[in-house]
């Protein structure tokens, strides 16, 4: 009978062990909470150099990439669009005659 408890002991500590290391994190570890990291996708500061320019396909793309967004999207006055949030999109705000003058991300 002490050999069956010790292989139930022996059981339930590779059944333990199995259970801690499925919730144990895993990649690579920085040291950094995860509330730390900067979150992925856009920044319209690096973008405002824009505000002033006339709307035009490749100002939205220049514009794009240097928000480091994933989309970008003109909204003009009056204009219908989604409230929706994407983090990694760049709104670039235009005025009734088509020039940027306001940038952000959302």
Request: include cysteine; charged fraction near 25%.
């Amino acid at each position: 009978m002490p050999a069956v408890r010790v292989l139930a002991v022996l059981l339930l500590t590779v059944l333990a062990a199995a259970c801690d290391q499925a919730a144990a994190p895993t990649g690579p570890s920085t040291g950094e909470s995860e509330a730390a990291l900067p979150e992925a996708g856009c920044d319209a500061e690096r973008a405002q150099w824009g505000i002033g320019e006339t709307a035009s396909e490749e100002l939205l793309e220049r514009l794009r990439f240097d928000a480091g967004a994933d989309l970008a999207r003109y909204l003009r006055p009056g204009q219908a669009v989604t409230l929706e949030y994407h983090h990694a999109r760049l709104n670039a705000e235009l005025d009734e005659e088509g020039v940027v003058v306001a940038l952000r991300c959302g």
